[in-house]
């Protein structure tokens, strides 16, 4: 069974201040690991994901995440957050030879002006 | 280009009835996948099908759901006999299929589907 914890509901920010959106899993075998993000009454849009390689990985809007295999997270940050940020995160993960994600409960991120 | 369409975006139906959730992947995408989102939680598995192979339905919560790609493209998600408890945004999502696995899905805007 694969699982994703977020366990804050929802983080306030100060735009221009970093963003930082947590993010834990199980899997069995390697994980591969996506943010993704929701604005009201839209679908879900792709981030960033990690497959393999360099630990820290970079998307798009300037959202970058760090694998921690030790710790089983994949940690979302924005250096400098903007108001237009606010909306609804998502990480999932998969495992490397399966096909469905499994999401988390989601957070909403707040950047206060 | 086009991204994942979904019709209709939103749907009121009276308990009991029977509803149809359409999906339009990306040209191309080989595989589709149909997720239940509830409010205020992240979405579900509900099935996979790699063309018009349905792989995997182990997410499909009772037998009144079924779900189907008869041409490899189109999918049609089916609900019967609407419970309250379906009321839930309906997501379909579609990838590419690498030899690496190395692919994310792409997600359409969803169904919103309200039970009365």
């Known amino acids: 069974a694969q699982s994703v914890a977020q366990p804050e509901d929802q983080v306030n920010v100060a735009e221009g201040n970093p963003l930082t959106v947590k993010c834990t899993y199980s899997?069995?075998?390697?994980?591969?690991l996506f943010w993704y993000v929701q604005y009201p009454n839209r679908g879900l849009q792709f981030l960033l994901k990690?497959?393999?390689?360099?630990?820290l990985v970079k998307g798009s809007y300037g959202f970058e995440a760090e694998f921690n295999k030790s710790q089983t997270s994949f940690h979302l940050k924005k250096p400098s957050a903007l108001v237009s940020d606010s909306a609804l995160y998502f990480c999932?993960?998969?495992?490397?030879?399966?096909?469905?994600?499994?999401f988390g409960g989601g957070t909403r991120v707040l950047v206060k002006p | 280009g086009a991204g994942v369409s979904q019709s209709p975006r939103y749907k009121v139906a009276k308990r009991g009835q029977d509803v149809a959730l359409r999906c339009d992947p990306i040209?191309?995408?080989?595989?589709l996948f149909w997720y239940q989102q509830a409010l205020g939680q992240g979405p579900e598995f509900l099935t996979y099908?790699?063309?018009?192979?349905?792989?995997?339905k182990s997410g499909l919560p009772s037998d009144r759901f079924f779900a189907e790609r008869p041409e490899g493209s189109v999918s049609t998600l089916k609900i019967q006999r609407t419970q309250q408890e379906d009321s839930a945004v309906y997501l379909c999502?579609?990838?590419?299929?690498?030899?690496?696995?190395?692919?994310?899905?792409?997600f359409g805007p969803g169904t919103r589907l309200t039970v009365t």
């Open positions: 990690y497959i393999t390689g360099d630990n």
């Open positions: 899997v069995s075998g390697n994980p591969y």
């Open positions: 999502a579609s990838s590419l299929v690498a030899p690496s696995g190395d692919y994310e899905q792409y």
């Open positions: 040209s191309g995408h080989v595989s």
């Open positions: 099908f790699q063309n018009e192979a349905q792989l995997d």
């Open positions: 999932a993960v998969r495992q490397a030879a399966g096909n469905k994600l499994t």
